[in-house]
């Protein structure tokens, strides 16, 4: 794979598949508006949990934290509530955050941080 868009589906067609395994339902995909996107939104057990996916075959853990920053973190919580409004019927949902970080040396291939940060 040539293009960072066709890693960047790759890997998210891979935490896909690692939430469904663990039991997740996929509700959507790429939701985007003008502020930021959202790479998989899924529910399990009452919580709707939106998953941030990040592939980083030559990082770190550092690296992770940086790109998983105050302002990215800032604009997917600012997304989520977008998404909220215009999905009414997960209203009364729990709300969570995680990471899927793929194939970052020093950790398992696929790397499930649940609650990864919040609002």
């Given at each position: 794979?040539?293009?960072t868009?066709?890693?960047?589906?790759?890997?998210?067609?891979?935490?896909?598949?690692?939430l469904?395994?663990?039991?997740?339902?996929?509700?959507?995909?790429?939701?985007r508006?003008?502020?930021?996107e959202?790479?998989?939104?899924?529910?399990?057990?009452?919580t709707?949990?939106?998953v941030?996916v990040?592939t980083?075959?030559?990082?770190s853990?550092?690296l992770?934290?940086?790109?998983?920053?105050y302002s990215?973190?800032?604009?997917?919580?600012?997304?989520?509530?977008c998404?909220?409004?215009?999905?009414?019927?997960?209203?009364?949902?729990?709300?969570?955050f995680?990471v899927?970080?793929l194939?970052?040396?020093?950790?398992?291939?696929?790397?499930?941080?649940?609650?990864?940060?919040?609002e």
């Amino acid at each position: 794979m040539s293009s960072t868009r066709e890693k960047g589906v790759c890997g998210e067609n891979r935490a896909a598949e690692f939430l469904v395994s663990k039991g997740y339902k996929i509700i959507d995909r790429n939701f985007r508006n003008r502020g930021g996107e959202i790479d998989i939104i899924a529910f399990k057990e009452e919580t709707l949990v939106f998953v941030e996916v990040k592939t980083l075959p030559n990082g770190s853990p550092e690296l992770l934290a940086h790109e998983l920053g105050y302002s990215k973190q800032n604009k997917i919580i600012k997304t989520a509530k977008c998404y909220l409004q215009k999905h009414r019927q997960y209203s009364n949902a729990y709300v969570r955050f995680d990471v899927l970080a793929l194939d970052v040396p020093g950790l398992e291939s696929v790397h499930h941080i649940v609650s990864a940060f919040s609002e």
